[in-house]
């Protein structure tokens, strides 16, 4: 599961990517440099020039040579006192390893024979061994006799290059060395990534020599996404093993592979200050409602690192089945759990004003704000709400923060309330930098309301019901942000006046269509809905008034759409309103008589699609395509869905891309197959479209009006 604030801390367990993978060469050599041919006694001469970039150009070309003939001067490059030259090396002998690797791979559970020294020059059948097994007898061979540290570091990248051919070398060498080559050789076995070496890799972990077990649990943890099963129970053993590295280095393995550990086995280990961190990482993987509880008691006295590390457990568990073991123990842990998550939420910037708990959280502090957070808000601690609404300021913790409000519910409403009051004012200076945060807790804050409301409408309690004084100072708030200079706050408000109005809100609302600001505008026309269609007997009175005054018309219409329903007297006034009137009172009343009039609209509708303006032409589109997926072809609506198929096939005709896909948007089902393949045949000579006492002309496709662009 992806999470947003997810972070398993310090540790970086083994990666898919990381298996078997060869390094990016550089691209300091050009490739012609490396691929071009040269005498393997010129690549001899030069190995031994004083320049060490010379010397490091003639290993490149030591890729495409004889595997044969370049092993010594291999050997030779590997051991250079340069590394560049080492490390050009040992492309090289990636290249030839490549090269016989993919002109003779073994079958299917085939293994090929590793030579154990350079010589040895052909096989049972007479067959040429491979650059690989040369290599590989070659290497341990110096291996076994140089003392070079650095030939030694390059022979255990190639032998672990070498895959699975190295593997039975290995395992011979690793039981006729001693000392530190044993360890190299541990450490080749694991970068082989052969799961055939996991036998030898744990045999050795009963040796006694510490450094030994450790590299082998080491190299055993890396081949995890190889041999997972196998590896597992190897790593859930060694978590009882004597030694505390061999602990740690098995636990981080587990945490990589994301297996859980049962927390009876991870419980002690996270007493421990060496292996505590990657027991906190295991922790936020266990199954067990015991790991919630623990951690956070361990939050009461953490500190710095581990307090941040805690943290991120808790987030992640919060995340998976056991959230709501999580909010149980934080709600059952001491008050000074939550204060601290409080505190370390609210942290800001750095230095000595931090205090101990927010050091330590790393890289990224706004995703351990985050999760201090979200943790916070699911204990209902004291101050979370707070936290929560000065969070909303900054932009990254804007998520996290409506989360936390959401989490809080009705008990976030006074700190939101109280910034409100603190920032609703009509001075514009004082919204500058606060519009996105103002707006977001309006919106927070209506929909708290709305799960606050009884019998599912906060703005209409019960009639004996007590009067609610948070929800009242939240409609004052919210009307007055509905005057706001912000477009942004203005608009969350009319949206919320939508949700928690009341109807005494309809003049407020009806004011704000006729706003300077389109947004603002726009968002009154859907608040004026939503209040119609909760309040339709008031609204039925409402939009008799508004049919009085031209001003009012687009209201009006808005207000008779939303109610889905009109009288004779509201009908004319319809229809007058869509063919005068301003440019959004006409596309009201298109809309409004479509929904109201049904098949009786056809009229009206084909008059507006002859409009001047866009806009209208657009919504009366959109009408038509809805009242013909309405229709059915049987019984009396038959010949106005033929009516409505012609208009539709004269909208189709048009021209107009904008008017067709309107068309489309309300339901028209356009396509090549009858009717519409018909209708634009009989399209193809002049149609007229009676309207009253004229006609409107649309001579086939170059006609129709204006074209536009869809809002």
Known sequence: MSRAFDDLGPYSGPRVSDA????????????????????????????????????????ARLGRADVAEALPLLLRALGDPDWRVRKEATYACHRLIQQTSSSA????????AAMEGAEGAEGAEGERPSASQLLVGAVLDALRTSDDVGLRNA??????????????ALVGALAELAGDERKLVVDALGRTRDPAALDALYATLGE?????????IEAISGMGLIARERVTDILYERL????????????????????????????????????????????????????PRALCAALATARGGAFAQLVRALARLAEGPLASHV?????????????????????????????PSWRGFGADPVSG??????????????????????????????ETAQRALGLLGEEALPAVLAYLERHVDPDPDLWEGLDDATAALIDGAVAIAEQRGRGGDPARPAPDAAPDPLLDELLGAVRRSVKSPSTLVATSALYGLAKIGTADDFELVVSQTRAVSLPVARAAESALAGLSERYPEAARALARRLMQAERTHLAAAIVIEALGSADPEELAFLRSAASAGDVRARRAAVTAVAVAAGIAALDVLSLS??????????????????????????????????????????VRASGEPELVAAAAQGGAPFRSDPPWGEAGDRLSAPVSIEVGEGAVSTPGMPGGPPSGKVP
């Open 20 to 59: 078997g993978a060869w390094p990016t060469e550089p691209e300091s050599i050009s490739p012609s440099v490396r691929s071009t041919p040269m005498p393997i006694s010129a690549i001899a001469a030069a190995l031994d020039a004083d320049d060490a970039e010379e010397r490091r150009q003639a290993a």
């Open 105 to 112: 791979a073994p079958a299917e559970g085939e293994r090929p």
């Open 155 to 168: 022979a255990i990248e190639v032998l672990g290059y070498c895959g699975r051919d190295a593997t039975p």
């Open 208 to 216: 006694k020599d510490d450094n030994l077990r450790q590299s082998a």
């Open 240 to 291: 009882a093993d004597r030694d505390r590295f061999v602990r740690l280095t098995a636990l981080n393995g587990l945490n990589g592979l994301e297996a859980p550990v049962p927390w009876r086995v991870l419980a002690p280990l996270i007493d421990d200050p060496i292996l505590r961190s990657s027991a906190l990482v295991a922790a936020a993987l266990a199954e067990s409602p015991e790991a």
């Open 327 to 355: 909010v149980t123990s934080l709600r059952a842990a001491p008050l000074e759990v939550g204060a601290r998550l409080v505190q370390a939420a609210a942290a800001q910037g750095s230095g000595g004003a931090e205090p």
């Open 369 to 398: 704000r985050a999760q201090a957070l979200v943790l916070a808000a699911m204990a209902r601690a004291p101050g979370a709400a707070d936290a929560a609404v000065q969070a909303m300021i900054e932009p990254a913790l804007v």
């Open 609 to 650: 699609l002859a409009d001047e303006e866009r806009e209208v032409r657009l919504a009366a589109a959109r009408a038509l395509g809805r009242l013909y997926a309405s229709l059915s072809d049987a019984g009396p609506a038959g010949d106005e869905r033929a009516r409505a198929r012609e208009l539709l096939g004269l």
